[in-house]
């Protein structure tokens, strides 16, 4: 199948895609904006003591700020080499399972993608303690990947779990 066959077999995927593109970024980037606004530099607004905080952090690195002195470069190349590829499975793939977790992480990575690009770092901001000890800083868009990634592990954990159980009956 050529590639325009297969964005018209796809477009209705496209268009969910495109739409959850718009509203997760947007908030991501909203959500980024108001909070640098709000809270200094390493400031920190409790919202649930001893649960929950919104603290402004700047990450120049990669998740729980790991790989820190990459560069900003590093992590531009990076993520547009794993949107590319996250965008030709998404076109190649029939899973409409498959499509809306690949739209949740590509909406992440855009959104902190945004962030290393105009700023050189991501912003982060919420904070949340378990068990009394701190959890990483984090962002929406990092919820976005974050669930993705668990959506995309479910699905493919089922459908093996579902071929398995056929093979064992099968026999």
Known sequence: MNLI???QKKKNAILVAIIMLVILVGLDQWT???VVRSIPLNGVHV????????????NFGAAFS???GA???YFIILTTIA?????IWFLKND?????????LIIAGAIGN?????????????????????????????????????????VVMFADDFKAWRMARKEK
């Open 5 to 7: 066959d297969r964005l």
């Open 32 to 34: 980024k904006w108001a």
């Open 47 to 58: 919202v649930i003591p001893g649960f929950f905080e919104l603290t402004y952090l700047q």
């Open 66 to 68: 790991s790989m820190s």
């Open 71 to 73: 560069g900003m470069w």
């Open 83 to 87: 949107l590319i590829a996250l965008s």
């Open 95 to 103: 899973d409409s399972r498959i499509d809306i977790a690949l739209s």
């Open 113 to 153: 993608l945004i962030d290393r690009v105009m700023l050189g770092y991501v912003r982060d901001f919420f904070q949340f303690y378990i068990f009394g000890y701190p959890f990483a800083v984090f962002n929406i868009a990092d919820v976005c990947i974050t669930l993705g990634c668990v959506l995309l592990f």
